[in-house]
């Protein structure tokens, strides 16, 4: 399986500034995710980061929102940008299986984001 | 309607009872089905992954899809304290697609 740092592992935050969260894999993997998870709800899938293309967003969530940097195949960034109350949530990084290539996901540790 | 639908529970039993842990989803196109188990604070962690119907066994989980009915389940046997956590069912329709999961059935299990 895949060791994933994620950092920070909790901030609270003063609504309209920006958190960049950052993901650490120990082992290089094509595809990584972003998720956020609301209290008592499932986990919605934001957008896939792939390395050297710009990152696929799912329905709801843009770009000048929730902006994701993938510089190399062990690292990506989320922002939330202009954050409100309603931005606060788990935010959680995944990746693929980079040993089998088959379809499990990994999860780091989540950031646990409070916005006031 | 959502695309998986689970029970939130919670779900509360004695050391050593039968768990079972249920999803219902409404995409016939899934195929892969997935059980994560997260502990309060941290991420969820893979439990079983199974493939289109039928059981997976490993250890005291059981993974059971039944396709024609859209259902799927989990068995934990002689369920132990340190299985108290939030059991996440999760799907998706292709390899290394999008995932769709359930809300997650918060398990307590009584010393």
């Known amino acids: 399986s895949a060791v994933i740092s994620q950092k920070p592992s909790r901030d609270i935050c003063q609504r309209g500034t920006s958190l960049t969260i950052q993901c650490q894999v120990d082992s290089q993997v094509t595809m990584m995710f972003w998720y956020r998870q609301q209290p008592g709800q499932s986990l919605t899938l934001i957008a896939t980061a792939n390395q050297g293309s710009e990152a696929t967003y799912e329905s709801g969530f843009v770009i000048d929102k929730f902006p994701i940097s993938r510089p190399n195949l062990t690292f990506s960034t989320l922002t939330v940008s202009n954050m409100s109350p309603e931005d606060s949530s788990i935010y959680l990084c995944?990746?693929?299986?980079?040993?089998?290539?088959?379809?499990?996901?990994?999860f780091g540790q989540g950031t646990r984001l409070t916005v006031v | 309607q959502k695309e998986v639908e689970q029970d939130p529970g919670p779900l509360s039993v004695p050391e050593g009872a039968i768990v079972s842990l249920n999803c219902t989803y409404s995409?016939?196109?899934?195929?892969?089905f997935m059980w994560y188990r997260q502990y309060s604070r941290k991420g969820p962690e893979l439990l079983m992954y199974t493939y289109s119907s039928g059981n997976k066994e490993d250890g005291r989980f059981t993974a059971q899809v039944d396709k024609s009915s859209k259902y799927i389940s989990l068995f934990i046997r002689d369920s132990q304290p340190s299985d108290s956590a939030t059991y996440l069912c999760a799907m998706s329709e292709h390899n290394f697609n999008k995932f769709y999961f359930g809300s997650g059935t918060k398990l307590n299990v009584k010393p």
């Open positions: 995944s990746v693929g299986n980079p040993a089998r290539q088959a379809n499990e996901a990994f």
């Open positions: 995409n016939s196109a899934f195929q892969y």
